[in-house]
């Protein structure tokens, strides 16, 4: 184990850091994230996670691939949750026309059954445009001033909600005081969504977690 990674395992990260599974060396993610700024450090164990941001959050990737597959990544992300620690856990999921058909299911075992969150991204593109704005989100608002754990991880759910559509940073905020996680958001029914941000954005977030959001062949 690299002796940089090793004290970074358990331990926050610096600012503009990410600790990233060895397995990703070479992929089209990965390079994104260097063309985006983030510094990367390897490490071959991390366990079952494939990232450690900053904010003491960690992230498991689950890929178009892996969900065709079959039922393999439901124990991957069993061991994903039962490793618990302090860290917060996301996981991010491949949306895509071929892995739509099992999306619904995979998103009630992540969801309702392990009580993880999880936000669908169209691929690797995408999945690094998020990291990057988690990594480089906590620095730009004050990055001497210290912050408490809770509210660290405030500030990464502010930067996840804001990935839905319809939804910036005033109706992020406004969510997040009636709705303090992302799985609470997540399991809002529109009815109680649209009295906080009204009729339309409530629609367009119940289907971001739940909806059809790929239409076409």
Not at 12 to 24: A, N, Q
Request: net charge neutral; hydrophobic share 40%.
């Amino acid at each position: 184990m690299d002796p940089k990674a090793a004290v970074l395992v358990n331990s926050d990260l610096p600012y503009g850091h990410i600790l990233c599974h060895e397995k990703w060396r070479t992929s089209s993610l990965l390079q994104a994230l260097k063309d985006g700024g983030v510094k990367i450090l390897f490490e071959k164990e991390l366990g079952v996670a494939d990232f450690h941001l900053p904010s003491k959050t960690r992230l498991l990737y689950v890929s178009e691939c892996d969900i065709i597959a079959g039922n393999g990544y439901k124990r991957k992300l069993v061991r994903y949750r039962n490793a618990s620690s302090s860290f917060q856990e996301l996981v991010l999921v491949e949306r895509t026309r071929l892995s739509e058909q099992y999306f619904s299911a995979l998103q009630r075992f992540v969801v309702f059954d392990l009580g993880l969150s999880l936000l669908p991204v169209s691929g690797q593109t995408e999945a690094s445009q998020l990291i990057t704005q988690i990594v480089h989100g906590e620095g730009r608002e004050n990055p001497f001033r210290r912050k408490t754990s809770g509210q660290l991880l405030d500030s990464v759910t502010l930067i996840l909600v804001q990935q839905i559509p319809g939804v910036g940073r005033v109706k992020a905020l406004t969510l997040m005081q009636n709705f303090p996680s992302l799985k609470e958001i997540s399991n809002a029914s529109p009815a109680e969504l649209e009295p906080i941000v009204g009729e339309g954005s409530a629609q367009q977030i119940h289907s971001f977690f739940h909806g059809n959001l790929i239409t076409g062949t």
